[in-house]
């Protein structure tokens, strides 16, 4: 039996993989009409992997993933993806449980963009709100395009006993 195991971690080892227990605490997505959940890393948690969600309209696709940090401070990872240039994000709110507005339209900061070899424009948006006194169980994220689209996207605030995985293929 000790030789099962010995092998199956060389295994491991040799193939690069990193595997463990752990809590996720995040916000879980709730998906409503016209939205699916999206993942926002390739390699991670198995069970909690669908921490973000996408929306689709007028040829354009929008994803959102929040996280929060120790200190509770909030932060809103938006992407837009689209085959024109001139589309983008200009402004990303959050409403929380308690009903409280975040809204810092002049922090919301394109950090980066590129066109892929299909045409399509990839932009990554982020805003960072200040630490919050008490962890919000449910938040609302609205992001608006530059036409005025407002979009909303919901989350809810999870504890999920999961496997988290690495590779270096990641």
């Known amino acids: 039996m000790k030789r099962i195991w010995l092998v199956a971690l060389v295994s491991i080892v040799l193939s690069g993989c990193v595997l463990y227990p752990t809590t996720r605490d995040y916000y879980k997505p709730v998906v409503k009409q016209g939205q699916s959940p999206a993942i926002s890393a390739s390699c991670g948690y198995h069970k909690a992997k669908y921490d973000g969600l996408e929306q689709q309209y007028a040829g354009r696709t929008v994803r959102v993933y929040p996280t929060r940090d120790d200190e509770n401070a909030i932060t809103v990872i938006a992407v837009m993806e689209s ?3 001139e589309s983008h994000l200009v402004q990303t709110q ?3 449980d308690s009903g409280a507005l975040m809204t810092l339209a002049s922090q919301t900061k394109l950090t980066s963009k ?3 070899s299909e045409g399509v424009y990839r932009s ?3 805003t960072k709100y200040p630490p ?3 962890t919000p169980e449910q938040m609302t994220i609205m992001v608006t395009d ?3 689209k407002r ?3 919901s989350f ?3 504890l999920q006993n999961d496997i988290y995985y690495s590779s270096i293929n990641c």
Do not use: P
């Open 83 to 85: 085959t024109l240039e």
């Open 94 to 96: 959050v409403v929380t």
């Open 114 to 116: 590129y066109l892929d």
């Open 124 to 126: 990554w948006y982020e």
């Open 132 to 134: 919050l006194k008490v």
């Open 146 to 148: 530059e036409g005025g």
């Open 151 to 153: 979009i909303e996207f």
């Open 156 to 158: 809810e605030h999870a």
